[in-house]
């Protein structure tokens, strides 16, 4: 089937009607005719779906429609970075069009990404991006770690796990939980995310990762002030680039607000 669906739109309309099967509950879904819509009709059911088996026929067309949709928004390569100082740098936009070695998604402690239909958190665009292939991935390692933990063991606050980026121009994603300020700001809490910088790169060094980009993890939804996490951000990347020489070779903050590349800027 997948030889003959050689336009984006043929792929597009595929893969709806069998993302909408597949989920049973909304297999009689009318489906609009507005390309944006099949758009959003289909990450909605990508986003929903929990991992399970899925042909490989299905997967071989999401994988090049993904492929295209990536060449669509721009693949920015690490060479179209600027340096700032000392292997730093600042990028404003969608982590998902970025080609280093790895992006740091700020995942939740479930570790299968976001469930909500079209939620703009980066755990939701990651893993709509990267493919179904991805939650599969993540439930398996869950699934290991239960068995060694418990049947309710969750990922801890700053423990990062890799995986595979799949169609996402990246090499491997790194998903990390950042800590949750919920009544007030504590040192506890400031610790909690120095580690999330310290960990996610000492998991680099040790897989040969060069080149990384950190969202802003624990802003937004989790609370944490912009500006203190942005400091804590650059004082321990910093610091841990001082102390590991070589490495890893480039950190890039990706921010998406204006409020948060004008807090970088003057920090680096």
């Known amino acids: 089937m997948s030889n003959s669906l050689k336009t984006q739109e043929e792929r597009l309309d595929y893969l709806v009607e069998e993302f909408k099967a597949d989920s ?18 289909l990450r909605s059911l990508m986003n929903i779906r929990m991992p399970k088996e899925i042909s490989s026929e299905i997967l071989k067309v999401q994988d090049e429609y993904l492929m295209e949709r990536a060449n669509e928004k721009g693949v920015v390569k690490l060479s179209d970075i600027p340096v700032i100082r000392d292997g730093l740098s600042i990028w404003q936009g969608d982590i998902t069009r970025l080609s280093v070695d790895a992006i740091v998604n700020a995942a939740n402690s479930q570790m299968l990404g976001c469930f909500v239909p079209m939620h703009t958190c980066i755990d939701n665009c990651i893993h709509t991006f990267a493919g179904v292939q991805l939650r599969s991935e993540c439930n398996r390692q869950m699934n290991e770690l239960r068995i060694r933990y418990g049947r309710d063991y969750e990922q801890p606050t700053a423990a990062p796990m890799l995986t595979d980026a799949y169609n996402l121009p990246a090499k491997k994603v790194v998903h990390i939980v950042g800590p949750i300020v919920q009544y007030r700001l504590t040192p506890e809490l400031e610790k909690d995310l120095e580690n999330c910088y310290r960990n996610t790169l000492d998991m680099c060094a040790d897989n040969e990762l ?11 939804v ?9 400091e804590i951000a650059v004082d321990t990347v910093t610091e841990w680039l001082h102390s590991n020489p070589g490495k890893v ?3 890039i903050f990706n921010v998406f607000k204006d409020e948060d590349k004008a807090i970088y800027e003057k920090l680096i």
């Open 24 to 41: 049973g509950e909304y297999k009689d879904l009318n489906i609009p005719d507005n390309r944006e819509e099949k758009r959003r009709v």
């Open 210 to 220: 060069k080149s990384v980009a950190f969202c802003c993890i624990s802003t937004g």
């Open 222 to 230: 989790f609370h944490f002030p912009n500006k203190g996490a942005a």
């Open 249 to 251: 070779e480039r950190v």
